[in-house]
């Protein structure tokens, strides 16, 4: 294995981050850590808390405040700015999407309801700041397919109410766990996936199939007049990433040159 990892994808070094040169790649850069492929960035990461601020309120919005459907027994509940509890995680989740939502929101997959993306402790207002019982309110994200459309409802944890809501179009926040791994999945059933197939085979011996045989991070990729092919010219409106893949326990596989647009389920490959 050391002599086919080093023949085809280049030098490995335990715990650094360090691109591979494979047939899927054209040159050297520098990848996220180990620790950060590790992690499988999305959902209630750091990050998540500026992409909820960056869509709460965008357009004013503010919805009446409607009681949905949460669990009978509220669990375990925070204090002031203590970060929230799994449990009231869980059930803001649940508040936040109304049936309407659901039936008429799309995930990353296409199948029914928005993808949910974050969710956050809601900073104070400004007359709240020092006061030690001010109200607990979350902001969950989501993006909805069916409209490139990034939502964001903040729910009021002691009243189980939606009190805001705001949406937001060509707004691009970190991606999910489940976005990163169906943007893997788009890229190894296309044709341009050939490549990173061949290196995952050089490095491991065996076939990639599915993307869970990766640890994936990546980025949003937005489109620059001329700079891409055209199919890829709405990313930024559509939702695209360039992934950075790394075989588990082994080497990256440097995937830079392809981009895929999960909007609109198609993978396109970067001029070199």
Known sequence: MRKIVHRHLGKVVAGAAVAVAGTAVMVGITLPGTAGADDNAGGRTASGQAAAQAGQGADGAVAPGVVEQAPAAEGEKGKGRDPLTDDEIARVEKIAVNPQMMNAGEDVEGERGPERLTVDLADPKAGELDDPNAPRRANVTFYDYRDDT????????????????????????????????????????????????????????????????????????????????AVLDKCGEHRCVRLFPKVKNGPWIDARAFVIDLSARKVAKLAG
């Open 150 to 229: 990034l939502v964001t409802r903040t729910v009021d944890l002691d009243s189980g109410k939606v009190v805001a809501t705001g949406s937001q179009h060509g707004v691009q926040p970190p991606l999910s766990s489940a976005e990163y791994a169906e943007a893997a999945s788009l890229l190894i059933a296309d044709p341009l996936g050939a490549d990173l197939k061949a290196d995952y085979k050089d490095a491991t011996d065996k076939e990639l199939t599915d993307p869970n045989q990766l640890l994936l991070t990546g980025a949003v990729y937005r489109a620059v007049p001329g700079g891409q092919p």
